[in-house]
């Protein structure tokens, strides 16, 4: 299994390079995480998103796919593809922590 | 009586009627099947439509012929199904109550789920070639088109085929060089995922059959809107790909009668248990094929071996018992690659495409994810099968279950 350094702690991923266990992160870790996805600074926007990946993986055990956050996040595709661009629903998901959606097969 | 309804008589729902008819005893169950359609489509045979290769007597044939005597048959849209109730409201204003219920209504393609691709030049430039209308009209275009920017899109995962749109810029590459204007024609593959296909080593290989046969690879383009003033597809993240013909795979759906039962994902798929195909939530519905939302791909080849685990797990419900048979995610796809040759792969959940011989260990006589005549040879006779045992219920001599023996990892 493969490993990331972020603030000085080796963190496990999975196979899709995603954190292998959620509770490793936390909101700093998450900072680090978009770094490395090329997004130098998360606005509140970034939150709103990461935010509600986060609550709809807890409630349902999947992290969103992009037409669900497009409906339910709060955020249409258009800003989606802004604040994460080209995979908004998998590197949202990166940064959130959590596991590849389900969907991106 | 004790009542089994099936939702849907397409691939999966027929080959399950007729493997059920043959074992639960008549006088015990009555079986009953829904289709709004009469007529049963080939739909591996419409990418050979635009081409020359099929014609519409090639794909169609009436799906009485595959129903077993004593189905009772009902051709009605479904309105909704009343999970809770046990029972089915019928469009014909019908209702039907079960003891179990199989829902096979499948997937289909929705346009007009993204800005202006049915716009003025629908079935004019842009076409699918997903349903029968779409394959036709793409084959009258393709007879008097001198050449151009020809531009394969998919809209986004998962689709129906997965391996369908790199069978049709490869046929392509072959169709219009025998016309001799392939050095005309620039063509495009365009997807929303990272390679060319949806797991890493097939993908590569994959992508290197593109190369040698001259079509660009555009990955990670997210369609956001098709522009008809200009023919050109627009991305989320603003990039623009301009075409002369768009050969779109637009977003695939279940079923609406899903969304009004309120069983369905955003996308109307059923959440469905990937090892047992049972609806979550019920201890009384199965569902099989393009209707589920497994991580499995959406194709006949899953259907088939979905429908031997059905089989087997149904027989044990009806009985009290817990399912056992487990479903391991197994598809195996012929990929035409034009020229009289094919690539063949088989796959799982946990196991990507790996080359190697198939279904005998060392012998084949198919190769693995490699280009030989005999694998096109395996898809020509596929047809055959199709009519005449797979979709009877009949065993086919693969197992159902992915088998490691003659893999190369």
């Known amino acids: 299994m493969s490993t990331v350094e972020v603030l000085g702690k080796q963190l496990e991923l999975d196979a899709d390079g995603n954190l292998a266990n959620p509770e490793d992160w936390n909101e700093e870790i998450a900072k680090e995480l978009a770094k490395q996805e090329g997004i130098d600074e998360l606005t509140e926007r970034h939150w709103m998103v990461i935010n509600f990946m986060r609550k709809e993986y807890q409630e349902k055990g999947d992290a969103p796919s992009i037409r669900k956050l497009t409906k339910q996040s709060g955020v249409d595709t258009k800003e989606l593809y802004q604040l994460f661009p080209k995979g908004p629903a998998k590197k949202a998901a990166r940064i959130a922590g959590l596991p590849k959606p389900k969907g991106c097969i | 009586m004790k009542k089994l309804v099936i939702l849907g008589a397409g691939t999966a729902g027929t080959m399950m009627l007729n493997k059920l008819s043959n074992v639960l005893e008549k006088d015990e169950w009555q079986i009953t099947i829904v289709d709004q359609y009469e007529t049963h489509y080939y739909q591996p045979g419409f990418l050979f439509i635009p081409f020359n290769i099929y014609n519409k007597k090639d794909v169609i044939k009436p799906k009485r012929d595959f129903f077993p005597t004593g189905t009772e048959v009902i051709i009605s849209e479904i309105d909704k199904i009343e999970p809770g109730k046990n029972r089915v409201l019928l469009k014909n204003n019908k209702v039907l109550s079960y003891d179990y219920l199989i829902i096979a209504t499948g997937s289909k393609v929705k346009p007009e789920e993204t800005e202006g691709m049915k716009g003025e030049l629908w079935y004019k430039n842009i076409f699918d070639f997903y349903t029968i209308e779409g394959a036709l009209a793409l084959q009258s275009f393709f007879k008097h088109w001198e050449g151009g920017k020809l531009v394969l899109n998919i809209t986004e995962m998962p689709i129906k085929c997965p391996v369908a749109p790199l069978e049709f810029v490869f046929l392509a590459d072959w169709f219009f060089t025998e016309q001799g204007i392939r050095d005309k024609v620039d063509i495009h593959f365009v997807t929303p995922l990272p390679g060319a296909f949806t797991k890493p080593r097939a993908a590569s290989i994959l992508g290197d059959f593109l190369d040698k046969k001259n079509i ?96 087997e797990n149904f027989l044990d419900v009806i009985e009290g018992r817990d399912p056992k048979a487990k479903f391991d995610g197994h598809a195996n796809c012929f990929i035409e690659s034009g020229f009289g040759k094919g690539i063949l792969i088989d796959f799982n959940y946990d196991t990507e495409p790996l080359p190697g011989k198939f279904p005998l260990p060392g012998v084949g006589p198919f190769s693995l994810l490699e280009e030989t005549k005999m694998n096109h040879y395996g898809k020509v006779m596929f047809r055959w099968m199709y009519w005449n045992s797979l979709i009877k219920g009949q065993e086919l001599p693969i197992e159902s279950n992915m088998s490691m023996a003659g893999k190369r990892l």
Not at chain 2, 238 to 267: C, K, Q, Y
Not at chain 2, 280 to 285: R, S
């Open chain 2, 216 to 311: 660009n690879l555009t990955t990670e383009f997210n369609i956001a809107k098709v522009d008809n003033d200009n023919k050109k597809i627009v991305s989320w993240d603003e990039r623009e790909i301009p075409f002369d013909v768009l050969v779109t795979i637009p977003t695939n759906m279940g079923d609406e009668a899903i969304e009004r039962s309120g069983m369905g994902d955003e996308l109307n798929f059923i959440p469905t248990d990937k090892h047992t195909l049972m609806a979550k939530g019920y201890d009384n519905i199965f569902v099989i094929g393009d209707a589920t939302d497994l991580p499995s791909s959406k194709a006949g080849s899953v259907a088939h071996f979905e429908a031997d685990i059905l089989f």
